[in-house]
């Protein structure tokens, strides 16, 4: 860094762009679970983001989008650093694979939650504070984390929280989805999470127009049925945008 400041600023942007072309291809070498090969590609990424910021603070764009390369660079470095994902800046760009990074992840904390959480009987344990030795490399799994992954790959703590109330659905667990449902309206309360909601109210519908009991001990905060889908309907075309 002290070379390109100390070159004229015109100069500097050459070589500054040569360089971050090199870093970027030092983030494309095949997957390995090497250990050099994956600090080689950290330290490259936080190279890449100081010099973009460089390049950035002299105003220097003729041949890079600073801003675009510099946001993709710093979510690379983080994804690097906090769940140990080795992206290249054309995988990264492609979001059928940040698509597929985050339900990968969503299903690994569902399953454990599932397995851990929701048939734990009696047993009541926060799903924020589960500790599970396999997923994010031996880290928490977390709500926190999967907010986190989410934002890194360009997926909205509401979208986070829509995913989880219909996959909670889906599994049957009402009483969580309901409680999803209740802080996306107080989070987030859009048209998107007026669609969720309507979605909530006709699966309540469905399953009592095929017979299913929904009301069981662990759904106890749901006995009056009838007044859920009520409030559930209220709040959707409260939220909902005028021509729905």
Aim: charged letters at 25%.
């Amino acid at each position: 860094m002290e070379l390109l400041e100390s070159l004229a600023l015109q100069q500097a942007e050459k070589y500054a762009h040569e360089l971050v072309t090199w870093l970027c291809g030092i983030l494309e070498k095949d997957q390995s679970d090497n250990q050099d090969c994956n600090s080689e590609k950290i330290a490259a990424a936080q190279a890449g983001v100081a010099i973009l910021k460089f390049m950035k603070k002299h105003d220097l764009s003729s041949f890079v989008q600073v801003d675009d390369s510099l946001y993709t660079l710093q979510m690379i470095s983080a994804l690097q650093k906090e769940y140990s994902l080795f992206l290249s800046v054309e995988e990264y760009q492609i979001p059928e694979i940040r698509n597929g990074l985050f339900d990968q992840y969503l299903q690994q904390y569902l399953g454990y939650s599932d397995n851990n959480v929701l048939n734990d009987g009696d047993e009541k344990k926060d799903p924020q504070k589960i500790s599970n030795e396999v997923l994010f490399g031996g880290k928490d799994v977390s709500l926190t984390k999967l907010f986190r992954l989410g934002e890194l790959v360009g997926v909205s703590r509401e979208e986070v929280r829509q995913e989880l109330m219909l996959k909670a659905l889906s599994r049957g667990d009402v009483s969580y989805a309901l409680n999803m449902c209740r802080e996306l309206t107080d989070k987030a309360p859009c048209e998107s999470t007026a669609c969720s909601l309507y979605k909530v109210a006709l699966n309540l519908c469905e399953k009592l127009a095929e017979g299913q009991s929904i009301v069981t001990d662990k759904n106890k905060n749901i006995c009056d049925v009838t007044y859920t889908i009520h409030q559930l309907l209220c709040q959707a075309t409260t939220h909902c945008s005028p021509g729905k």
